[in-house]
């Protein structure tokens, strides 16, 4: 859902008013109420979800019209997503070429565990679903790739908010405040402890939150490429397995899944990934010189304690 831009959160800090050029911020708020290629907004509902005065709302669809980003629907009196944003997301989408990869070691993980095993990317007060797999028998779990989940209410948004360095956490939770109250203050509440169960187990549980019946678990990982947390994590049901089994059954798998991905993650600024342009083989491509344990010798961890140069923990240290 469309969110106001007001003020950013950035590393270590948040931007002032002064640091963002609103109507390109406004713009893009707009293009976020449309969470699916066939969803149909007017100018009133946009205005609802961005809270930005319809008046500003005509205005900002008028011109993502003309671009090509929205396409009218003179019959509906509404918009939805346009040609122009269609491709531009499908040209960026193909240009990640780790993609491929990490789908394949989601999909090994979904054939041994009856749920549905996600790689998330954050926005804002969400995380979007960039890869899926699902068990074929999973029940009640309906994510698919483009989902969005609040960062309030998913064991992977308590997981990314708990390996943010403090100010950052801090200025992320007061823009949730200012916005849903209520998400801010569960969030308050439970950060410390989701800090120390990612300092100690190097993951967070959370249990019926997103829904009453699904309890999810996600690891972290860092980002050089985005300069951020993305997130590996499962969701199961919770009448199959409850929190105790979520620790001893389900984190072991995701701490290994999380281990296998981290070097796909960590080397995807340096083009050292690479996918087969057709079949099923997928290989890693080392830069000559590269042995096969320099090329596996980056693993998952704990929770890493934050540097001020880039907002990362430090293994093994807890937040400041």
Not at 92 to 118: A, D, F, H, K, W
Not at 219 to 224: A, D, H, K, N
Not at 236 to 258: S, T
Not at 306 to 319: E, F, S, V
Request: with cysteine; net charge positive; hydrophobic share 40%.
């Amino acid at each position: 859902m469309g969110r106001r831009s007001e003020r950013l959160c950035r590393q270590g800090d948040v931007a002032g008013d002064g640091d963002v050029i609103q109507v390109v911020s406004r713009a893009f708020d707009v293009l976020r109420c449309f969470e699916g290629h066939d969803v149909r907004l007017g100018n009133l509902e946009i205005s609802n979800r961005c809270g930005l005065p319809r008046s500003t709302v005509s205005r900002l669809t008028h011109t993502l019209t003309r671009m090509g980003q929205l396409v009218y629907l003179p019959r509906d009196q509404k918009y939805r997503i346009g040609p122009s944003a269609v491709a531009m997301s499908t040209s960026m989408t193909r240009g990640l070429q780790l993609r491929n990869l990490i789908r394949s070691r989601l999909q090994e993980v979904s054939e041994q565990i009856p749920g549905t095993v996600g790689f998330l990317i954050p926005d804002r007060f969400h995380l979007v679903y960039l890869e899926v797999a699902r068990a074929a028998h999973a029940l009640g779990l309906h994510s698919t790739t483009g989902s969005r989940i609040a960062i309030s209410r998913s064991a992977a948004g308590r997981a990314y908010l708990a390996s943010l360095e403090e100010n950052v956490a801090a200025a992320l939770l007061s823009e949730i405040q200012r916005d849903a109250p209520a998400d801010a203050a569960l969030l308050s509440e439970r950060i410390e402890s989701d800090r120390a169960m990612l300092r100690e187990r190097g993951y967070v549980v959370s249990c019926g939150l997103f829904s009453p019946h699904i309890n999810g678990i996600a690891v972290p990982i860092w980002s050089p490429q985005y300069q951020t947390y993305v997130m590996a994590t499962i969701g199961v049901l919770g009448a199959m397995y409850d929190e105790q089994r979520v620790h001893d059954e389900i984190a072991p798998v995701l701490l290994k899944l999380a281990g296998s991905i981290e070097p796909l993650v960590q080397n995807a600024d340096g083009g050292l990934v690479a996918v087969r342009p057709s079949g099923n083989n997928k290989k890693t491509i080392r830069p000559e010189g590269m042995n096969e344990l320099e090329a596996g010798a980056r693993r998952a961890g704990p929770a890493r304690e934050l540097r001020a140069a880039d907002g990362r923990h430090r293994q093994g240290q807890a937040p400041a």
